[in-house]
């Protein structure tokens, strides 16, 4: 069975999987894979991780252009309920992206990532 799925309709999707995703992390202090695969993606980061002592999701973003040095990684900081307004902050509208959501959320509902269908 396919899902279809217009840019808005994946975007008010993404956002309940991000609530999924923190309330999963909540219970078991860590972030889930998908969740961190989606923060790299969204803020092209190196990592994403869950710091459990302040409850907060550290994104590190290598700001270095020269790759023979050695990276310079900002670390970004979030609170563990506004990581969704970011994730939506960050919501990019192409048809890459918007695939890759597609993809996404066809793997956490089951129905595959070839079953997702893009709409215009």
Do not use: W
Request: charged share 25%; hydrophobic share 30%; aromatic share 10%.
């Amino acid at each position: 069975m396919a899902a279809y799925f217009n840019s808005n309709q994946l975007r008010t999707s993404l956002q309940e999987l991000v609530k999924i995703y923190m309330e999963e992390c909540g219970k078991c202090n860590e972030l889930p894979q998908d969740c961190i695969d989606l923060l790299r993606h969204n803020f092209q980061a190196d990592y994403a991780v869950y710091n459990k002592e302040t409850n907060t999701v550290e994104i590190g973003i290598n700001k270095t252009e020269n790759f023979d040095a050695y990276p310079e990684i900002e670390v970004y900081s979030f609170p563990l309920n506004q990581v969704g307004k970011k994730v939506d902050h960050s919501f990019k509208n192409n048809n890459e992206d918007l695939e890759y959501y597609g993809k996404l959320l066809g793997k956490r509902h089951g129905i595959g990532s070839q079953s997702v269908v893009l709409l215009d």
